[in-house]
């Protein structure tokens, strides 16, 4: 009798008819032996409704409020799960995180997990009933209640796989697993049956929004089975593992990201401790810097470009302006129309020629490439952010992703 526990995210359980549809799932689920433990995320949009809402009210919005308001949104949501199965005679339980046990530090909006102490949620099993446990929440060392941050019932899900030693975890969504692309950009997406963690996380890290990066890392660090899947089709997805896919492909997908902007310092000093300076300025801002491009040095100064979040521009031009002169810097140029559009693939480690076809295709289809990053398995390109889809499409096509990996012809 295997342990699942079964994620559903915010479009899975949208309305009263996709609550009943889920309810039905696990009645099945049951039927054939399997002991299910659900997690659920905020009904459709009701995330963002609550921020809009706090919005509206506060300018503070001091952190200890907002996450008392948004981990409302999953109690709403494990209590009407909860009440639908019990329609369909199945004696289930509803559980905010920290009834279910999830101690955390005190970083509100954004807190980390400190411990998993499962016991209600495995006596509730035990008894042969079906937990439903708010997702993205706990409760801190000072007693708070605290939020994951966007995107965070996976990361629920995951560490209650691992406490309760489930046989697997269901990150259940609105598109039937993991693809080679965003399948709403490309229709010719193919869906993966098996990807590697390693892949996956560099898909997560480059703008493919599903599953949560975090939760992927803290599946991969305990070793968790993940199942990507349909809650609208119930078909089987994408299983991510620890291997190399048994299909191994050379290249596994295209991502992209529009979430970024482009800063650059311009006119600084080509000496040691110029880069050291300016990003331990941008590190004491607190910013996530990305890509990082310095260009080759004329008469003893250079560009140093690098890529920072939306949300942290402010932040980020402030820190800048502070150090610029003394880095000799003559401007700090702020660009942000641009998109990341990256290639991954555990191949490209042992088959020359991936680069020159991804920057082939870019100049074939008139893209101008401004930034280039690598890691062993994945290659990204800035380019403008209105070209990023024509991009995505393009290299999706040259690198005949629509193909299974067997079917495809080396480039
Ligand atoms: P949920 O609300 O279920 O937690 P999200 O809405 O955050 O999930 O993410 C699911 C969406 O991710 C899909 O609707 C799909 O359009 C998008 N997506 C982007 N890239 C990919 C990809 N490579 N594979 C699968 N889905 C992707
Ligand atoms: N509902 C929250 C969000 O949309 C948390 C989650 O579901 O993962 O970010
Ligand atoms: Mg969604």
Not at 84 to 113: M, P, Y
Not at 128 to 144: A, C, F, K, L, Y
Not at 278 to 295: C, K, P, Y
Request: charged letters at 25%; one cysteine or more; a negative charge.
């Amino acid at each position: 009798m295997a342990l699942v526990v079964q994620k559903f995210g915010g479009t899975s359980v949208a309305g009263p008819d996709r609550i009943r549809e889920v309810a039905d799932h696990v009645v099945r689920c049951r039927k054939r032996g399997d002991r299910v433990v659900l997690v659920v995320s905020a009904m459709g949009k009701e995330t963002d409704e609550l921020i809009r809402l706090a919005d509206a009210v506060s300018e503070t919005k001091p952190g200890r409020e907002m996450d008392m308001l948004i981990t409302g949104g999953e109690r709403k949501a494990c209590a009407l799960m909860s009440m639908a199965l019990a329609d369909r005679g199945v004696e289930a339980h509803s559980f905010t995180g920290s009834q279910a046990g999830f101690l955390t530090d005190t970083a509100h909006r954004n807190a980390k997990i400190l411990e998993v102490k499962p016991q209600r949620i495995k006596e509730a099993v035990d008894a042969g009933r079906v937990p439903v446990v708010g997702g993205s929440q706990g409760v801190s060392t000072d007693h708070d209640v605290t939020f994951f941050g966007r995107g965070g019932s996976d990361t629920t899900a995951v560490a209650l796989a691992h406490a309760l030693g489930a046989d697997s975890c269901e990150l259940y969504t609105d598109v039937p697993g993991v693809f080679t692309t965003d399948p709403r950009l490309v229709p010719e997406a193919r869906r993966m049956s098996t990807i590697s963690f390693d892949e996956l996380l560099e898909m997560t890290a480059t703008g493919c929004p599903k599953p949560a990066m975090r939760s992927v890392e803290l599946a991969r660090s305990l070793g968790v089975p993940l199942h990507v899947r349909s809650a609208f089709t119930w078909a089987p997805g994408t299983w991510v593992t620890q291997e190399d896919p048994m299909e191994a492909a050379i290249i596994s997908a295209v991502t992209h990201d529009t979430s970024e902007a482009k800063m650059t310092v311009s006119g600084v000093s080509d000496r040691p401790g110029v880069a050291a300076a300016l990003f331990r300025t941008l590190a004491g801002a607190d910013v996530n810097v990305d890509m990082i491009v310095q260009n080759v040095s004329e008469a003893g100064v250079t560009d140093i470009s690098f890529t920072v979040p939306h949300d942290q521009v402010d932040r980020a031009s402030a820190a800048v302006d502070a150090v610029s002169e003394s880095l000799g810097s003559v401007g700090v140029i702020t660009d942000s129309d641009i998109a990341r559009v990256s290639l991954v693939g555990a191949g490209m480690k042992t088959n020359p020629g991936v680069a020159a076809t991804m920057f082939e295709t870019f100049a074939d289809s008139g893209i101008n490439i401004e930034m280039i990053s690598t890691s062993a398995i994945r290659i990204s390109c800035v380019v403008r952010e209105d070209q990023a889809e024509n991009a995505v499409t393009a290299l999706h096509r040259a690198f005949q992703l629509e193909k299974a990996p067997e079917d495809r012809e080396l480039i």
